[in-house]
């Protein structure tokens, strides 16, 4: 972990030094506030907070919360928009786009009420904006860069000042040329707290958040392809990849509330196994208490916020993921033939005399990728790992653990180990006899009868199913 302050205009540019110093007498200022650095991919403890009023802090996943200053009784934050190299996974890095020596950038927490100025410095190699995504404001605060303000020029510094007016779970993310700036992974959260006890509210013991992102980097290579619309290969949390990203631990009985952002170009179904929860909150606000139900899945669409709360009342290391399939998976091919039931064995060693690095998918299924030890590209995240007490996960991508104990102390976030699960609870393998299954012979009842051309057999007809090809995309996905 590395948490630095640096006097960021010491060696900027002149003409950038002097903007700042302008933007500062518009607002009365005397120096900009010290911009905070984070370089390190842990999860930091929650920052409690030192100065204004009071709140219960959120826990970033792998990521950490952005101090302030107080002025005059204004919050004062300093954004760094700038280049950072993200270690993705143990090994596996990056170079993105970020804030604050990461992406996504810090976490920006401020109470309903609290009047926020956020000084956004450019160290990009192109003009940028932040747009305040959720948020009532001035129209000019907006951060839409050539319809609510001009662009932040590289070396320039701009103030964003207005009122965080409602409670809630919010983003922040470039509006210039977003294509290049979102794909490069800029974005992060913000988080209002409310001012006073809200019906609609309810505290927790445990708020987690974090940000679902995507990339496309090819293996071996360390930037993203920012002209990539679907075709993902990297699906992350706050540009973390499983195993890289952190469990999320609750003692028996907390309440806990998940605050969860998307800023893919998909939607992500987030499932939680071993207990139900409530979708507590929206980019609108928190949801009326008649429109909550019981779930274990809920979708998170494209640009949206979802708040979830559950009652942890059952111990053990119960999985937490996206549940589109290909979203727990990193580094994927898509442009792969089905190779299951094909004896390739002889064949790929061949290729491999000529190619180093070729390797061919599973021809029992794809498990095989997480048993194979074959060598990988440079900085190349593993398809499918993360090893777990009872062998290989098969996972990647979108998926974590929530870890449940009655041991954990309150408000301690140290990964306990794995669970110790009580005798007599875990699956077990029968090693009795197995008498021989008795199968129907019959295709079963058919609506109408099949017609087909001349001459054509009536029966014993079967197919091998395989994903659409040639659409160039992810027709369906």
Same mark, same amino acid.
């Given at each position: 972990m590395t948490l630095q302050r640096r006097r960021f205009l010491a060696g900027t540019a002149s003409a950038g030094a002097a903007v700042a110093a302008a933007s500062v007498s518009r607002v009365a200022m005397a120096a900009l506030p010290e911009p905070v650095i984070q370089t390190g991919p842990e999860t930091q403890p929650p920052l409690a907070p030192p100065t204004g009023r009071p709140y219960q802090p959120v826990v970033t996943l792998n990521g950490w919360s952005l101090p302030w200053r107080m002025n005059q009784g204004v919050k004062e934050f300093h954004l760094v928009a700038e280049p950072v190299v993200r270690e993705m996974a143990a090994g596996f890095k990056a170079h993105l786009w970020g804030y604050n020596g990461q992406s996504p950038g810090p976490t920006i927490e401020v109470v309903e009420g609290d009047r926020v100025r956020i000084f956004v410095t450019n160290r990009l190699p192109e003009h940028t904006s932040v747009h305040w995504h959720g948020q009532r404001l001035p129209n000019g605060m907006d951060g839409v860069s050539g319809l609510t303000q001009p662009a932040i020029a590289p070396g320039k510094t701009f103030v964003y000042e207005f009122v965080a007016r409602r409670p809630g779970t919010f983003m922040y993310h470039p509006h210039a040329d977003e294509m290049t700036q979102m794909a490069m992974g800029m974005m992060g959260a913000w988080i209002t707290h409310p001012k006073a006890a809200h019906p609609l509210i309810a505290p927790v013991e445990r708020d987690y958040v974090f940000l679902l992102n995507a990339y496309d980097i090819e293996p071996g290579s360390y930037t993203p392809r920012i002209m990539t619309m679907l075709d993902f290969n990297l699906w992350s949390w706050n540009s973390r990849v499983f195993p890289g990203i952190d469990s999320l631990k609750a003692r028996l009985g907390d309440r806990v509330r998940i605050r969860i952002g *998307?800023?893919?170009?998909? *939607?992500?179904?987030?499932?939680?196994?071993?207990?139900?929860?409530?979708?507590?909150?929206?980019?609108?606000?928190?949801?009326?208490?008649?429109?909550?139900?019981?779930?274990?899945?809920?979708?998170?669409?494209?640009? /949206?916020?979802?708040?979830? $709360?559950? %009652?942890?009342? $059952?111990?053990?290391?119960?999985? %937490?993921?996206?549940?589109?399939?290909?979203?727990?998976?990193?580094?994927?091919?898509?442009? %792969?033939?089905?190779?299951?039931?094909?004896?390739?064995?002889?064949?790929?060693? /061949?290729?491999?005399?000529?190619?180093?690095?070729?390797?061919?998918?599973?021809?029992?299924?794809? +498990?095989?990728?997480?048993?194979?030890?074959m060598p990988l590209p440079d900085n190349t995240a593993p398809m499918m790992s993360g090893d777990g007490p009872f062998g290989s996960v098969e996972m990647g991508g979108m998926f974590s653990v929530v870890k449940v104990r009655r041991?954990?102390?309150?408000?301690?976030?140290?990964?306990?180990?794995?669970?110790?699960?009580?005798?007599?609870?875990? +699956?077990?393998?029968?090693?009795?006899?197995?008498?021989?299954?008795?199968?129907?012979?019959?295709?079963?009842?058919?609506?109408?009868?099949?017609?087909?051309?001349?001459?054509?057999?009536?029966?014993?007809?079967?197919?091998?199913?395989?994903?659409?090809?040639g659409t160039g995309g992810h027709t369906g996905h």
């Open positions: *998307n800023l893919t170009m998909t *939607n992500h179904p987030m499932h939680l196994h071993g207990h139900e929860f409530v979708v507590t909150g929206t980019d609108g606000g928190p949801t009326p208490l008649a429109a909550r139900w019981p779930e274990v899945t809920t979708d998170v669409a494209v640009g /949206q916020m979802r708040q979830i $709360e559950f %009652l942890a009342d $059952e111990e053990g290391d119960w999985a %937490l993921h996206c549940h589109k399939s290909h979203h727990t998976m990193n580094a994927m091919g898509h442009a %792969l033939p089905t190779m299951i039931g094909v004896d390739h064995r002889g064949v790929a060693q /061949q290729i491999s005399r000529l190619i180093p690095d070729y390797m061919v998918m599973g021809e029992r299924g794809m +498990a095989d990728m997480a048993e194979m030890e041991d954990q102390p309150a408000g301690d976030y140290r990964d306990p180990g794995w669970f110790s699960h009580p005798p007599g609870t875990v +699956a077990y393998e029968w090693t009795g006899s197995l008498a021989a299954p008795a199968r129907s012979g019959s295709a079963g009842p058919a609506a109408m009868r099949r017609t087909g051309h001349p001459g054509q057999r009536q029966d014993n007809i079967e197919v091998q199913v395989r994903k659409p090809r």
